[in-house]
């Protein structure tokens, strides 16, 4: 059975800090996906992960795949208010079918 | 525009009272998932379609149905609700196979249940 891990469940920072999510799962994989989920909302891709050393940037977000480690990053850069969020790995072991297992998601908050 | 349509967006049952969920896409994939998710906790895929094919998934209890009468629609029918199914219900779609790098889920708003 596939396990995602992230941690920290909980980070609390502030804006201008930098953090790192780890996404840790037990299963080969070649496709990782991170979300993110505002409260009472759905969930928005942020970044699709394909190979093992991808690295995919958007603004002050950068998450990058190990495969050998089986372990995923989101990377925090400068954080700002608008980051806080939680934020879900999900790994797909099925080979481009997309039935994915999520992770239990790291709740953001940035402090201003 | 929204490309991944659910209905409606607050539900509210009695216990035990039936339940049917909406979701519509416009994308013409031919995947379309429903999650469960409780407060605080990740998305748990209940099933899904690929196509007109039913993939259940092994723990998803028989009270929760689903229906797909074309590529566009597909229904979460709740047979007897209990408190305990209180949550945001998720549908998304997928195209199985696509190019890598168009290979996502596309999620909708989701449908927030209350029982009573």
């Known amino acids: 059975e596939l396990k995602v891990e992230q941690n920290p469940l909980f980070l609390s920072m502030q804006e201008g800090k930098n953090y790192t999510i780890y996404c840790n799962y037990s299963?080969?994989?070649?496709?990782l996906y991170w979300y993110r989920q505002d409260p009472g909302k759905s969930l928005e891709s942020l970044f699709v992960?394909?190979?093992?050393?991808a690295v995919k940037q958007e603004g002050r977000l950068m998450a990058s795949l190990d495969t050998k480690a089986r372990l995923s990053t989101l990377h925090i850069t400068a954080a700002v208010h608008d980051l806080s969020a939680t934020y879900f790995c999900a790994v797909d072991p099925s080979g481009g079918y997309q039935k994915v297992t999520f992770g239990i998601g790291t709740k953001l908050q940035v402090i201003p | 525009d929204a490309m991944v349509i659910q209905n409606p967006r607050y539900q509210v049952t009695q216990f035990g009272k039936p339940v049917t969920l909406s979701c519509s896409q416009t994308l013409n994939h031919n995947v379309m998932y429903w999650y469960q998710q409780k407060s605080s906790q990740a998305p748990k895929l209940l099933f899904h379609?690929?196509?007109?094919?039913?993939?259940n998934e092994a723990d998803t209890p028989d009270n929760f149905q689903s229906r797909r009468p074309n590529t566009s629609f597909c229904f979460l029918d709740i047979r007897s609700p209990g408190l305990g199914d209180a949550a945001m219900y998720l549908c998304?779609?997928?195209?199985?196979?696509?190019?890598?790098?168009?290979?996502?889920?596309?999620f909708g708003a989701g449908t927030r249940l209350s029982v009573l």
């Open positions: 299963t080969t994989s070649d496709r």
């Open positions: 379609y690929y196509d007109k094919d039913f993939n």
């Open positions: 992960l394909l190979s093992n050393g």
């Open positions: 998304a779609t997928s195209r199985a196979f696509e190019t890598l790098a168009k290979n996502i889920q596309y």
